[in-house]
């Protein structure tokens, strides 16, 4: 990670208003940096701002010639079909800028449910390599949410979904299912704090979750558990891993 990343995570996380395990997000922030590091280059997405939190835990891994996209309703809360959050725009500009100031940050104040009716998915086919899905937590919503990945992932993308083992957000499971069930490209790798992670690409299947294996092993309770056709390690918390980034020189020179 680089230093404007061990910050948020050692200093910004427990801040910002919202919902991110952080172990979840430093994982988010490893596998960000890792794609660049493996010449996966591609823009950045997530769905379900809020103010923030996890966007944050993926955006300082923005190559120079990358952008990344903010994907909320916003005030329009007539379009937030479950009330699954209720993000400021102008709050969430704002810890932009005290945590990943100058971000090449496209918003787009939209239901993700509307995204294909005006063309974005189309647009961006085959051009987002890490795109995080935290909008509505209906069932139809997850699913479409997870075409709009599909549709956008380069080879080696990383799909992270919010709340998949959520009692209170059963709709999230369920729109899993019914993708993974219809025979999607996207492949389950790993189950982390609160979250599932995919990808495209069964090479790349193999070798995120390696990387998970190797980098967070000692966190992981369970590896291969099936899930539906499929395999995934799971991870559990590890409040060690923030604890060794503040006190890390990064943190002591951001300060």
Same mark, same amino acid.
């Given at each position: 990670?680089?230093?404007?990343s061990v910050h948020y995570l050692a200093l910004g996380l427990s801040v910002i208003e919202g919902w991110l395990s952080p172990t979840t997000a430093h994982i988010m922030a490893t596998l960000a940096h ?37 994907? !909320?309703?916003?005030?329009?809360? $007539? ?31 939209? =239901?993700? @449910? ?9 647009? $961006? ?10 909008? =509505? ?5 997850? @699913? ?40 999607? !490209? ?27 294996? !190797? ?17 995934? !390690? ?6 060690? @891993? ?14």
């Open positions: 990670m680089n230093k404007r890792q794609q660049t590091s493996d010449g996966i280059a591609g823009n950045l997405a997530e769905i379900g701002i809020h103010h923030g939190k996890s966007f944050l835990a993926i955006a300082n891994a923005v190559a120079p010639t990358e952008k990344i996209f903010a994907i !909320d309703v916003f005030e329009d809360q $007539h379009k937030n079909v479950d009330q699954s959050g209720h993000g400021l725009r102008q709050t969430f500009l704002d810890n932009v800028n005290s945590y990943a100031p100058g971000l090449p940050v496209v918003v787009i104040q939209e =239901s993700s @449910l509307d995204l294909f009716a005006i063309g974005w998915p189309q647009q $961006h086919a085959h051009s987002i390599r890490f795109f995080s899905i935290d909008g =509505s937590h209906t069932r139809n919503a997850t @699913l479409n949410d997870l075409k709009i990945a599909a549709h956008t992932a380069t080879e080696g993308a990383i799909i992270a979904v919010d709340d998949i083992l959520s009692s209170h957000w059963l709709g999230v499971i369920s729109g899993v299912f019914d993708y993974l069930s219809s025979g999607g !490209d996207l492949i389950p790798f790993a189950i982390v704090p609160n979250k599932m992670l995919l990808t495209k690409g069964q090479r790349f299947h193999d070798r995120w979750k390696k990387y998970i294996r !190797d980098h967070y092993g000692r966190s992981i309770s369970k590896r291969d558990v099936p899930f539906l056709d499929y395999f995934v !390690d799971v991870v559990e918390e590890d409040p060690t @891993l923030i604890a060794e980034l503040i006190g890390s020189p990064a943190v002591k020179v951001m300060r």
